[in-house]
T-cell receptor
Framework: DAGITQSPRHKVTETGTPVTLRCHQT?????MYWYRQDPGHGLRLIHY???????DKGEVSDGYSVSRSKTEDFLLTLESATSSQTSVYFC?????????????FGPGTRLTVL | AQKVTQAQTEISVVEKEDVTLDCVYE???????LFWYKQPPSGELVFLIR??????QNEISGRYSWNFQKSTSSFNFTITASQVVDSAVYFC???????????FGAGTRLFVKA
């Protein structure tokens, strides 16, 4: 199993509160990703990183920001959480670009915004 | 437009039956990659297979087999002699090289009854 952990695993917060989710990997992989999973939508890419301090937006990036100051950590921040951000969030890693390599996923974080 | 369609929302079978999960994709790219992932009730995403657009060979792995047909833009997944442990949500995904994006289908929930 790929060494990917996510913290917290569950979180309940209130609308307007800032929230940070952490993804930690022990594989030294260059690429890291944040997805959200919602019923009927499968997984959708929020942001991704292709190296330390190198990040870019995915298809559903509004309301989210990310940071990567170390190879092993990729943080996802909801600056002011809204109920529409209630979801399950998955972190993924790949050694090279997806397609040339395979993405492996973390265990997920279930976030509820009240 | 890039798209992945898993038309079967839910499938229910009895143990030992064979079952095929359908995946139809759309892309204008000539180079692309297709994936299948399994999400058991515990919630993690498990990688099953990756196939590139130039390799139309079918693949078999134990009870699992995949049929890739570019002519019909399909990448179907068959489980032979299904078991209760196969109960999960299965996602088909497309990664196209024209953009840094992996598109997931909405998933097919498979119930295997004893």
């Amino acid at each position: 199993d790929a060494g990917i952990t996510q913290s917290p695993r569950h979180k309940v917060t209130e609308t307007g509160t800032p929230v940070t989710l952490r993804c930690h990997q022990t594989e030294n992989h260059r690429y890291m990703y944040w997805y959200r999973q919602d019923p009927g939508h499968g997984l959708r890419l929020i942001h991704y990183s292709y190296g330390v301090k190198d990040t870019d937006k995915g298809e559903v990036s509004d309301g989210y920001s990310v940071s990567r100051s170390k190879t092993e950590d990729f943080l996802l921040t909801l600056e002011s959480a809204t109920s529409s951000q209630t979801s399950v969030y998955f972190c993924a890693i790949s050694e090279t670009q997806v397609g040339l390599d395979t993405q492996y996923f973390g265990p997920g974080t279930r976030l509820t915004v009240l | 437009a890039q798209k992945v369609t898993q038309a079967q929302t839910e499938i229910s079978v009895v143990e030992k039956e064979d079952v095929t999960l359908d995946c139809v994709y759309e892309t204008r790219d000539t180079t692309y990659y297709l994936f299948w992932y399994k999400q058991p009730p515990s919630g993690e995403l498990v990688f099953l297979i990756r196939r590139n657009s130039f390799d139309e060979q079918n693949e078999i792995s134990g009870r699992y087999s995949w049929n890739f047909q570019k002519s019909t833009s399909s990448f179907n997944f068959t489980i032979t002699a299904s078991q209760v442990v196969d109960s999960a949500v299965y996602f088909c995904a497309l990664h196209y090289t024209g953009g840094f994006k992996t598109i997931f289908g909405a998933g097919t929930r498979l119930f295997v009854k004893a």
